[in-house]
């Protein structure tokens, strides 16, 4: 049966659903998501959850296969305490780059919002996992599943045989460095995570026949002569400069016992896996949002659903990419819904219906007539930076009401640097591309040196941009879960990135030596 078939009716009414309908609902979303729309996806599999299931899948970070830790708990009791409260309110749905593409939906949802959630999760994200570039390089689709199970399994056998204590105290260390857990360049080949079960004995004893002769040395005295003296061969037998930091800590690490570096190696690959999703979440909610509107839009004009379905959509789409004025109480930033939905449309407009400015601002693809053709190509070989860099109008710059003001810390005044002229749209589009560049708004760490033959101690730089240098307590904090990881001193030096100079420096020493002997080793 095609939707051709059904159009004399619309596929239901009212509110309520079951699994007969959303099958056929599901059945007609696919047909205009394939046909009109040209996505290219992964199998869908959908999972109908509880309101408290999806609150659970909240807690850990969205991920409803992770193992378990003392954080995910607490997120749970605060999230559960809003929602009853009615101080907040749920996603409707969270869905996993997987093969099979795993869409979660809450049983609560109406038939309608069923419906969205199928065309905004299962079509709109699945297709942007499944051909954006930067997912085809640092995800493994196929494999992350396989390797949820492992690292669950692997995490409870760990509490069993060492204490929950000993392995909560390597997870908290690794999730404060998580977010410099990641390599930030391709690597020469894809990982394959359904082999890193199989692989983890391989590597543990290859890593300790390396481990062994790196640090079986003990710090020499001063007048004797050390094959690690010299700083360039030092570096270059440890990898430094190194800014995956948890990469280093899971080779590098003296006193961490084969169990703790494979936790490390866990974190690592879950950061790795959310990676892509950091640098693209315009573009990712832009996508699934634009899939969500144009699917059901195009449902409605044929009659699968009804006037009043199509106004809920409405209703919740308008919620969806409503932004805040700056002087709003709700304002937080640009909601990343609003604005990759608003240069989805007018990627299409410019498409299908350019002026003349959008004919000298977008030469390559104003007038070219297949807007879907044009999005798809964007989905695939962007991400947030690029993007905006890219395909920001300034049609949309003047509807948006955007302007570029510069906030010097160091001056008594702000300035505003850039309004709606042929200069100024460039300087807009540039600079708010900047806030989506996670090279300029995260810290650039690295690990440097470290001291083989004196006393081991581990050197960090901080390259500051603008001389903007980290908040003490937030760095002493991150710094100490270092040095209990690496067992003896940390020192992290900030660096004027322009200048060289030394701004700051921070000493910290191990609290607690994580890699120490524990009960049942």
């Not at 493994?140 to 692997?154: M, N, P, Q, R, V």
């Not at 003296?254 to 950061?271: C, F, G, Y």
Request: proline share 3%; net charge negative; glycine share 6%.
């Amino acid at each position: 049966m095609t939707t051709t078939d059904l159009a004399v009716r619309p596929l239901y009414e009212g509110a309520d659903w079951d699994f007969d309908r959303l099958h056929t609902v599901f059945a007609a979303i696919e047909e205009v998501g394939l046909k009109d729309l040209g996505l290219d996806i992964y199998p869908n599999q959908i999972e109908v959850i509880t309101s408290e299931q999806m609150l659970d899948a909240y807690s850990s970070i969205g991920m409803p296969l992770l193992y378990r830790h003392w954080s995910f708990g607490k997120h749970f009791a605060r999230d559960e305490v809003l929602y009853r409260k009615g101080l907040r309110g749920l996603a409707y749905e969270i869905v996993i780059n997987s093969n099979p593409c795993i869409s979660y939906i809450m049983e609560e949802n109406t038939m309608t919002m069923q419906a969205l959630v199928i065309a905004h999760a299962a079509f709109g994200h699945n297709h942007f996992f499944k051909n954006n570039y930067l997912f085809k390089q640092w995800t493994d689709a196929d494999g992350i599943l396989d390797y949820l199970s492992f690292a669950k399994e692997y995490v409870s056998r760990c509490e069993e045989r060492y204490g929950l204590t000993a392995v909560e105290r390597v997870l908290d260390a690794a999730h404060a460095l998580m977010n410099h857990g990641v390599h930030r360049y391709p690597r020469r080949r894809a990982l394959d995570l359904r082999l890193e079960e199989k692989r983890q004995k391989e590597r543990r004893e290859h890593e300790e026949r390396m481990f062994n002769d790196l640090w079986r040395t003990v710090p020499a005295k001063a007048d004797t002569f050390s094959p690690f003296s010299d700083r360039d061969r030092r570096r270059a037998l440890l990898g430094l400069p190194e800014e995956n930091i948890l990469y280093f800590l899971e080779k590098r690490a003296p006193r961490l016992q084969s169990w703790q570096r494979e936790l490390l190696r866990i974190v690592r690959h879950l950061s790795q896996y959310f990676y892509p999703q950091r640098q693209t979440k315009v573009m990712n909610e832009g996508c699934a949002t634009y899939c969500h509107y144009r699917i059901l839009g195009l449902m409605h004009e044929r009659g699968l659903i009804t006037d009043g379905a199509w106004l809920e959509v409405l209703h919740s789409h308008t919620n969806v990419i409503f932004q805040p004025e700056f002087d709003d109480p709700r304002y937080g930033g640009i909601n990343p819904y609003a604005l990759g939905f608003a240069m989805m449309q007018d990627i299409e407009r410019i498409a299908t219906a350019p002026t003349a400015e959008d004919r000298e601002w977008f030469p390559d693809f104003a007038g070219h007539g297949d807007a879907m053709a044009v999005l798809r190509d964007a989905w695939a070989n962007f991400r947030d930076e690029s993007f905006v860099l890219q395909y920001l109008s300034p049609a949309l710059i003047r509807k948006l009401k955007l302007f570029h003001v510069q906030d010097n810390a160091r001056e008594p005044t702000m300035v505003v640097e850039a309004i709606h002229n042929e200069r100024g749209y460039r300087e807009i589009r540039k600079s708010l591309a900047r806030q989506y560049d996670i090279a300029w708004a995260e810290a650039d760490l690295q690990i440097v040196d470290v001291d083989l033959s004196g006393d081991r101690k581990l050197v960090l730089e901080h390259r500051a941009m603008n001389q903007v240098v980290l908040d003490e307590d937030d760095a002493r904090a991150v710094l100490q879960h270092l040095a209990d990881l690496w067992g003896y001193e940390v020192v992290l030096e900030e660096i004027d990135s322009a200048s060289g100079a030394r701004l700051k420096k921070h000493t910290v020493g191990p609290r607690t030596i994580i890699g120490q002997a524990t009960v049942g080793a």
